[in-house]
């Protein structure tokens, strides 16, 4: 597995792992971005999944 972000990391068969929630399998969906999250008073980048609407093809 390769990691793509920090928590984050993809293997070539189609199979992911996310810290919180395990392993997974990939969507054709699926979004894999950074989000910033403050947490306190320091603002942190996380790994987190959009999975893609309808109206976000057209």
């Not at 979004?31 to 320091?42: D, P, S």
């Not at 987190?48 to 093809?57: G, L, S, W």
Request: glycine share 6%; net charge positive; hydrophobic share 30%.
């Amino acid at each position: 597995m390769k990691q793509q972000f920090i928590g984050l990391q993809h293997c070539n068969c189609g199979i992911s792992w996310k810290k919180d929630i395990g392993y997974f399998e990939r969507t054709s969906d699926m979004v894999f971005a950074l989000q910033r999250k403050t947490v306190g008073k320091k603002t942190k980048q996380m790994p987190v999944i959009i999975y893609k609407t309808k109206t976000d093809e057209d």
